[in-house]
């Protein structure tokens, strides 16, 4: 079995998230769970597998896609 990702958590708040191989990148639509928690779901794809993060957030805004032109 081959990993999918490498996660790193340190102490300055800061996640770094290492994949290989990613052929696509998806977000869920924000649900309400409760009153002022809102949920997403980021599906990162690849070759050898998928990563999934689950977001919270107080704002279902800040769990939106936002596509960059390049």
């Known amino acids: 079995m081959k990993p ?3 996660i790193s ?13 990613v ?5 869920s639509v924000p649900i309400q769970v409760e ?3 809102w949920c997403g779901e980021l599906f990162i794809r690849t ?15 800040k769990l939106k896609a936002i596509v960059l032109d390049r």
Request: charged share 30%; glycine share 6%.
């Open 23 to 27: 052929s696509r990148i998806e977000i």
């Open 9 to 21: 958590l340190q102490d300055t708040r800061v996640i770094s998230l290492d994949v290989d191989e």
């Open 35 to 37: 009153e002022g928690l």
């Open 47 to 61: 070759s050898n597998g998928t990563v999934a993060l689950q977001l919270v957030s107080d704002d279902p805004e």
């Open 4 to 6: 999918i990702a490498s």
